[in-house]
């Protein structure tokens, strides 16, 4: 078996600033409002559009903190796409009026994705932190779509919200959004403060499964995958190997590019292989989740970072994993969550600490 991953950038999430309009309970950067020192300039971010556009055509995703707080955004989206880039947009959605929504279709921004963790306006205010925070959250998701823009539902899945997966998928099918993403809770940032509401290995596994099922019986419905969750992928494939990729889409061979890369399951842990992550001030990572530089594009083109790093070389190496997750079967397209493993464990090749899966030959217990 060929443990060598082949790099090719399909993702790239660029923390355009860290600055941010709310205090959610989860922040992986641990946002605020107010201005951040050493934030990229509007022509050290062109410089680096230019180098991510060297490397390949990745989808290119305006994050943050809140992106539409950085006032030339838009003038680096238009940049990218000039650049052969599709760009998309992650926003709590607070701030899309329908003024931001008609400048978004200029751009063109492909789609956004809007966080919403609870279905009430009285639990999502108080988990984002700001009161009137999920009906600014829908009205921001009506003007795009009035706009003609795409719109993703993000739910980050605690025990706390767990429950109520079923009314989220039942309002993203309402308003009739283009996917529906949960993500499974990485406690970093000021998510540690929720790292005792980490779900269980044992109901990772039972909610993974029960996404598995609806994606199935929602079939083109809406595109319903979860996001921090590698071992999803095993799961996929113990049962049976097919899932419904939402409006038609199915991956196709080699790099996953425009809405069909938007919507393609393509295989577990992504970080340094298909997916990294850039900070406002120009720091490489290989998610947002993994606070571990593998580089500086100040100091490194972002090709040098891509391709030499040590840390992605590293990662990208599968008989380096250790414990269960070396030794799994399934290795190949999980991989496990090297952020859970490295906050957890302070190794970020050690084995995905919430995965409930025993490769064969493994002894109960064993890590």
Not at 199 to 208: A, C, F, H, W
Request: aromatic share 8%; proline share 5%; hydrophobic share 35%.
């Amino acid at each position: 078996m060929n443990n060598e991953l082949a790099p090719a950038p399909q993702l790239v999430a660029w923390e355009i600033t860290r600055s941010c309009n709310l205090s959610c309970a989860h922040c992986r950067a641990s946002a605020q409002s107010g201005g951040y020192e050493g934030e990229l300039s509007t022509e050290e971010c062109f410089k680096l559009v230019d180098q991510i556009a060297e490397v390949g055509k990745p989808i290119l995703i305006l994050t943050g903190g809140e992106p539409l707080l950085r006032g030339d955004v838009f003038d680096i989206g238009k940049y990218a796409i000039g650049k052969g880039l599709r760009v998309v947009m992650g926003t709590n959605g607070t701030m899309v009026t329908e003024e931001i929504a008609s400048r978004m279709k200029t751009v063109p921004l492909s789609r956004i994705s809007i966080s919403l963790d609870y279905p009430t306006p009285e639990l999502q205010d108080e988990f984002r932190g700001a009161k009137g925070a999920f009906e600014s959250a829908l009205a921001g998701i009506r003007n795009a779509q009035k706009a003609g823009i795409e719109v993703q539902i993000n739910m980050t899945v605690t025990r706390k919200n767990a429950e109520y997966l079923p009314a989220l998928v039942g309002l993203a099918l309402e308003l009739g959004v283009a996917a529906f993403h949960p993500f499974m809770l990485v406690p970093t940032g000021r998510g540690k403060g929720l790292a005792q509401e980490e779900l269980s290995p044992d109901d990772y596994e039972s909610t993974l499964k029960w996404i598995y099922q609806k994606q199935k019986e929602l079939g083109d419905k809406l595109n319903f995958k979860p996001t921090d969750a590698p071992h999803y992928y095993r799961i996929v494939q113990q049962c049976g190997g097919t899932v419904s990729f939402g409006h038609g889409h199915r991956p196709s061979q080699g790099q996953q590019t425009g809405h069909q890369g938007m919507n393609a399951h393509t295989r577990g842990c992504l970080a340094g292989t298909g997916f990294c992550f850039i900070s406002h001030t120009g720091k490489v990572q290989g998610c947002g989740y993994l606070d571990i530089e593998a580089g500086d594009i100040r100091e490194n083109t972002f090709s040098e970072v891509w391709n030499e790093s040590p840390l992605f070389r590293e990662i990208r190496d599968l008989s380096k994993l250790k414990g269960k997750c070396g030794r799994c079967e399934f290795k190949t397209v999980c991989g496990g969550c090297r952020a859970r493993a490295y906050e957890t464990s302070g190794d970020y090749l050690a084995a995905e600490p919430y995965c409930a899966y025993r490769p064969s030959g493994i002894a109960a217990g064993t890590n």
